[in-house]
């Protein structure tokens, strides 16, 4: 719960800290028009496929657990437990995947990748 916590607190510190930059016009079309663009889509990118992947990795984790434990108090239904597991982790990891088109698709509007 404190990390839950600390990790909020951080994002809204961050976007406290960027909003000037948002808000003022004369900057942000300074930082738009110059190479900061290309850095801030990276950043953006950066950040988008770093917190789908922890955010993939902590469900696909407590699934397989959830998973272990069903098996381990019916291991008759292991066999309906495993079918729906794999289910659940593609569906899990197809976010994984849309965060990453999404990232790709902003450092493609900036030319920055290639």
């Given at each position: 719960?404190?990390?839950?916590?600390?990790?909020?607190?951080?994002?809204?510190?961050?976007?406290?800290?960027?909003?000037?930059?948002?808000?003022?016009?004369?900057?942000?079309?300074a930082?738009v028009?110059?190479?900061?663009?290309?850095?801030?889509?990276?950043?953006?990118?950066?950040?988008?496929?770093?917190?789908?992947?922890?955010?993939?990795?902590?469900?696909?984790?407590?699934?397989?657990?959830?998973?272990?434990?069903?098996?381990?108090?019916?291991?008759?239904?292991?066999?309906?437990?495993?079918?729906?597991?794999?289910?659940?982790?593609?569906?899990?990891?197809?976010?994984?995947?849309?965060?990453?088109?999404?990232?790709?698709?902003?450092?493609?509007?900036?030319?920055?990748?290639?």
């Amino acid at each position: 719960m404190k990390k839950q916590t600390a990790v909020i607190f951080l994002t809204l510190a961050i976007v406290c800290l960027l909003a000037p930059l948002a808000f003022a016009e004369e900057a942000a079309a300074a930082v738009v028009a110059g190479s900061n663009a290309k850095a801030f889509a990276v950043l953006g990118a950066a950040l988008g496929i770093g917190i789908a992947a922890l955010g993939t990795g902590i469900g696909q984790g407590i699934g397989l657990s959830k998973a272990c434990e069903g098996v381990a108090r019916n291991p008759g239904a292991s066999g309906k437990i495993m079918m729906i597991l794999i289910i659940g982790l593609a569906m899990i990891e197809s976010l994984a995947i849309y965060a990453l088109l999404v990232s790709l698709g902003i450092l493609m509007s900036q030319n920055s990748f290639f």
